[in-house]
């Protein structure tokens, strides 16, 4: 869909990547399509981004600094695209469904996730989310939720900067060249993260 020219009715449709200008008059069928297709390259756009990762670092090895450039996105969304295009198998991905939609069945078995993707077909991801929790498709009822169940705020932000930080420093030669100081300082300075692990209940 980039610096494409569509023929509509007795109009036209330019589509770039940056957006599209509809010229005459288009058919409301063609501005339709136009959202069907934009819809169906979105929702697949992440899957082929981590295919694609996939494939690179298996053939030349980790380059997450230079996908970064490539593709202007953060190392978060890409090693999260990778991720979840390695769990969910190409041949077990629904058209209809988001990449949200796999991403919350790719820790299930292929066998589960299959199962949980043909149940998903029309459900939002927030039911889906529900049903996976209880372990059966949520009803009406279950969706309506405990009014005293606040939600928590999400920890993996803040799990993945530590992440990002710590690949960055390994990447830099700062780990392998630390003396036993410096390496006692930064243990000292993650021993709360630890604490916390540890004070989970199991």
């Known amino acids: ?3 494409e020219i569509i023929a509509a009715g007795d109009g036209k449709i330019s589509v770039t990547r ?3 200008q509809f010229e005459g008059e288009v058919p409301e069928q063609a ?3 136009l959202l069907r297709d934009a819809g169906s390259f979105t929702r697949g756009c992440l899957f082929i981004i981590g295919d694609a990762i996939n494939y690179a670092e298996g053939k030349w090895g980790e ?3 230079q996908w970064m450039d490539i593709t202007g996105l953060e190392y978060q969304t890409l090693r999260h695209s990778s ?3 390695a769990k969910v198998d190409l041949c077990r991905r629904r058209h209809n469904l988001t990449f949200e939609h796999h991403k ?4 299930l078995d292929p066998h589960e996730q299959e199962r949980w993707l043909e149940l998903a077909e029309g459900m939002s991801v927030r039911r889906l989310r529900k049903s ?3 372990g059966r498709v949520a009803t009406e009822e279950d969706m309506e939720g405990d009014p005293n169940d606040k939600r928590t705020e999400n ?3 803040y799990v993945t900067r530590i992440e990002i930080f710590w690949k960055k420093l390994v990447r830099n030669g700062w780990v392998k060249n630390a003396g036993p100081e410096k390496l006692r300082d930064f243990k000292v300075t993650l021993k709360p993260v630890v604490d916390i692990y540890n004070g989970l209940p199991d």
């Open 132 to 134: 996976l929790c209880l």
């Open 104 to 107: 919350l069945v790719a820790p």
């Open 155 to 157: 920890v993996v932000p």
């Open 83 to 85: 991720s979840i295009a």
């Open 31 to 33: 501005v339709s399509q």
């Open 1 to 3: 869909m980039s610096n």
């Open 63 to 65: 380059k997450y600094d």
């Open 18 to 20: 940056l957006g599209a």
